[in-house]
T-cell receptor, first 108, second 113 residues
Framework: AQRVTQPEKLLSVFKGAPVELKCNYS??????LFWYVQYSRQRLQLLLR??SRESIKGFTADLNKGETSFHLKKPFAQEEDSAMYYC??????????FGAGTQVVVTP | KAGVTQTPRYLIKTRGQQVTLSCSPI?????VSWYQQTPGQGLQFLFE???????NKGNFPGRFSGRQFSNSRSEMNVSTLELGDSALYLC????????????FGPGTRLLVL
C-alpha cells in the first residue's frame, strides 16, 4: 500500500544551521514525490517536486530509491523558513497521500 | 491568474445539519480535488472531479459527496453533520489528472457544534 512517513512532528533549529526534514515512502511503482509547505496563515503551496529537480528557496530534495526516502534539506535555515512541511506522494491519477507533516521552528 | 478560491471561508453548523462548500479552480484547470485537514488525522483525500465526473474517492462515508459543473467549479456537500466533521476543507485544482501540480485554495473552516 502507498504510504508516506514523516517521523518528526517538530524540528527546532537555529538560524543559519542546516535543516533536514525526513520523508520515507512505500510505493510499488516509480514514485514522484512532492514537498508542500504551509506558512502561518497562508495556503498550502508546492515547495518542490522530484521530477523538476530544482532548488526552491534554498531547499533541495533527493529521491533515494534504495532507502525509499525523499528528505528535504537546506544548508542554512532562515527565520522565514518556519512553517509546516508536508511530504506528498501521488498515485498515478494524482490523488495525493500526505505525510503527517513536520513543524519547523527557526529561532534567531 | 487568480488562485483557487473557496467560499465560505468560515462556517459554523450544528450536528445533523448539512453544509455545502464551494471551490472555484484556477482558470483553465479541469481537475478539482478535495481534502480534509484535521489536527488528528492530518490531510486526507476526499475525492477528485474531472470533466464533471468523480474520478477518485477517498475513505469517507457516503455523507460526503460532491459535484463539478461544466465551468469546472466544484461543490462539496456533507449531510447529517457530526462533531468529527469539524475540519479545514481544502480544495485543489490542476490542469489535468495524474502527476500535475495541484494548487490549493485557502480552505473552508467548518466547526460543528
Amino acid at each position: 500500500a502507498q504510504r508516506v512517513t514523516q517521523p518528526e512532528k517538530l524540528l527546532s533549529v537555529f538560524k543559519g544551521a542546516p535543516v533536514e526534514l525526513k520523508c520515507n515512502y512505500s510505493y510499488s511503482g516509480s514514485p514522484e514525490l512532492f514537498w508542500y509547505v504551509q506558512y502561518s496563515r497562508q495556503r498550502l503551496q508546492l515547495l518542490l517536486r522530484h521530477i523538476s529537480r530544482e532548488s526552491i528557496k534554498g531547499f533541495t530534495a533527493d529521491l533515494n530509491k534504495g532507502e525509499t526516502s525523499f528528505h528535504l534539506k537546506k544548508p542554512f535555515a532562515q527565520e522565514e523558513d518556519s512553517a509546516m512541511y508536508y511530504c506528498a506522494l501521488p498515485d498515478s491519477w494524482g490523488k495525493l497521500q500526505f505525510g503527517a507533516g513536520t513543524q519547523v521552528v527557526v529561532t534567531p | 491568474k487568480a488562485g483557487v478560491t473557496q467560499t465560505p471561508r468560515y462556517l459554523i453548523k450544528t450536528r445533523g445539519q448539512q453544509v455545502t462548500l464551494s471551490c472555484s479552480p484556477i482558470s483553465g484547470h479541469r481537475s478539482v480535488s478535495w481534502y480534509q485537514q484535521t489536527p488528528g488525522q492530518g490531510l486526507q483525500f476526499l475525492f477528485e472531479y474531472f470533466s464533471e465526473t468523480q474520478r477518485n474517492k477517498g475513505n469517507f462515508p457516503g455523507r460526503f459527496s460532491g459535484r463539478q459543473f461544466s465551468n469546472s467549479r466544484s461543490e462539496m456537500n456533507v449531510s447529517t453533520l457530526e462533531l468529527g466533521d469539524s475540519a479545514l476543507y481544502l480544495c485543489a485544482s490542476s490542469v489535468g489528472r495524474g502527476l500535475e501540480t495541484q494548487y490549493f485554495g485557502p480552505g473552508t473552516r467548518l466547526l460543528v457544534l
